[in-house]
């Protein structure tokens, strides 16, 4: 299992890296960020995963999400991965930022031309937490997994069909219900084909409403966004985890957009409500 | 005064705007970035200046500085201003990261072709200041400066000439001596001009010297700093504060670099100790 250091730095008493690797899933190179915080020799530090959203890479969180502090304090490693394959032979969708590179919708596609390489699922679920585990003092028993946006719907849905993995599961702004908006309708559409039932196990409300379950949610969501009312729609989420009794805490903060500018004021509140859940 | 709104977003309880104006110090288009804490209606805040380095915009503190928590625990507004001049109409030194554009190693330049544009002293201590009191809730009896780099350097020199005014100036890996290293000694001469004796008023080591004194500094400086020994010096500030009675705090910071990941974990540090020192 190679890894190649792109870079690192010292931060907040920590180490913040950039780590590549010939990933198998996605047949491409990707780029991942990593924070380990500082830590006594030999231990093993639980895991926060931060999904980024569309048009991003590992980076956008990496510079702006503010994590680092909150991480040092709470002893938490946060893992930032990429958001598509990248590369010259991936196929794209050229002047369309809300698909193919920068927009891989954490799923794994069934149609052509995207099924080759868009496996953001398995790469997340699967490929990447083994690299993690082997590379770094992570502790696998105690994951937690976050997101914003179409990270938000990576880190829900991931967090819910593997409830056995993620002790905890929050989002930042996230996109719901895919299936019943124009972003999530364009991509699975493409990405997975006309067949909406094969939508439901990437679509979060869909997922409760089939039956997966998660004892409990901490969204974010800022009124001032500009994609709450077409794409985001927390009030569907609300009323899944209602009837499904799900305790979910969505909170609407008054005058935030979609920017890090929102995400970076509530980082540290959500990597302390996962620290305190993975012990 | 105008001034135009390029954007606001909510952080943090606060606002994160960036502005433009017409300065006529450099005769240019300026943009600059200031946070604005929480705080009552009517209530005239202290302020926080930073001065970026080499290469920088007002944009990569805002994005990578990592103040704004502190800012709002100690309700200080935050004002980052460009590093030079900007526009077709300015003449620059391309492929020259450390000279022209993005390098105004906040002087008065005095040299053609420099001299009509590059006056970011003046902007500095005059233009900028006079508009963030107009149209901001600021308190302009309590002002503080620091800076990274080549703002380090202008922060120093800056608080150094103008005691009266900065009530408290701190740095991050200064430039504390330009007249000696190779960064200075290329910006002085082109900017000024081959006497030294008008370097003199540019070089904090060089205003000590020759009477300049505030009652204290803090310094932080990484100790993996690429810079650290060819442009960076800490070890003459020291002296020169020593022979001078000022009482420095220059912390050396072990294994980090000269990075935002450098800066951002000594951000909230700073932020407290100018607030301490603004009331």
Same mark, same amino acid.
Request: hydrophobic content about 45%.
């Given at each position: 299992m190679t890894m190649e250091t792109v870079s690192e730095n010292k931060a907040f008493g920590g180490t913040q890296g950039v780590y590549s690797h010939a990933s198998e899933e996605t047949g491409t190179g990707m780029n991942f960020a990593v924070y380990v915080p500082p830590h006594a020799d030999g231990a093993k530090l639980p895991v926060l995963w931060f999904l980024s959203g569309l048009t991003c890479t590992h980076a956008n969180v990496m510079e702006k999400g503010e994590y680092r502090a909150a991480c040092a304090e709470h002893g938490v490693i946060l893992v930032a991965p990429d958001t598509s394959p990248r590369g010259d032979d991936v196929p794209d969708a050229e002047d369309e930022y809300d698909f193919g590179k920068g927009a891989g919708f954490y799923v794994d596609a069934t149609e052509e031309p995207w099924a080759k390489h868009y496996r953001m699922r398995s790469y997340i679920e699967r490929e990447l937490p083994e690299l993690i585990a082997a590379r770094f003092?992570? *502790?696998?028993d105690r994951q937690g997994i976050t997101g914003h946006s179409m990270g938000g719907h990576g880190a829900l849905t991931i967090g819910l069909r593997n409830a056995d993995r993620f002790r905890s599961v929050s989002a930042f702004a996230?996109?719901?219900?895919p299936s019943q908006v124009p972003w999530g309708e364009k991509a699975l559409g493409r990405?997975?084909? *006309?067949?909406?039932q094969a939508w439901r196990e990437y679509d979060a409300v869909a997922l409760i409403e089939d039956g997966a379950r998660v004892p409990e949610l901490l969204v974010d969501q800022g009124t001032a966004d500009q994609f709450l009312e077409e794409q985001l729609k927390p009030e569907l989420l609300a009323a899944a985890c209602k009837d499904a009794g799900i305790e979910a805490t969505i909170r609407m903060q008054e005058g935030y957009d979609h920017s890090y500018y929102f995400i970076s004021t509530f980082m540290a509140d959500h990597v302390a409500w996962h620290a305190a859940r993975l012990g």
């Open positions: 003092p992570a *502790d696998m996230p996109i719901v219900a990405y997975l084909g *006309d067949d909406r």
